[in-house]
């Protein structure tokens, strides 16, 4: 088992940067892929970014792709999430979430496959 909990939500303009933060603990973080995933009002939870448990391989969704940045830290036990150029339409609360998983390059888009999920960060973007 393990527990994430993340950080570094918060309310900012359009234009501004964030970096959340999800810290693991629990068994070993380099075992599990790592997602961000989002969901705002309304809308279905949807992938932001995943990684894969060595970091070597990464996934971004066309909305962020050049704007945010998936990385981890496995002696850290963290993962982050470098969101840069922030819209109006990023606003939701993100979540992080860990597959436990044996293969090494591998990386997981949908939310059904995350064994493990964060309680949540919210990021406002006002225009």
């Known amino acids: 088992q393990v527990q994430l909990v993340e950080s570094g939500g918060g309310l900012v303009q359009a234009g501004d940067s964030l970096r959340l933060s999800c810290a693991a603990s629990g068994r070993t973080f380099s075992r599990y892929v790592m997602g961000w995933f989002r969901q705002a009002p309304g809308k279905e939870r949807d992938i932001v970014a995943t990684?894969?448990?060595?970091?070597?391989?990464?996934y971004y969704a066309d909305s962020v792709k050049g704007r945010f940045t998936i990385s981890r830290d496995n002696a850290e036990n963290t993962v982050y999430l470098q969101m840069n150029s922030l819209k109006p339409e990023d606003t939701a609360v993100y979540y992080c979430a860990a597959k436990d998983t044996l293969g090494i390059e591998v990386y997981f888009l949908n939310s059904q496959s995350y064994d493990y999920w964060g309680q949540g960060t919210q990021v406002t973007v006002s225009s």
């Open positions: 990684i894969s448990r060595s970091g070597g391989k990464t």
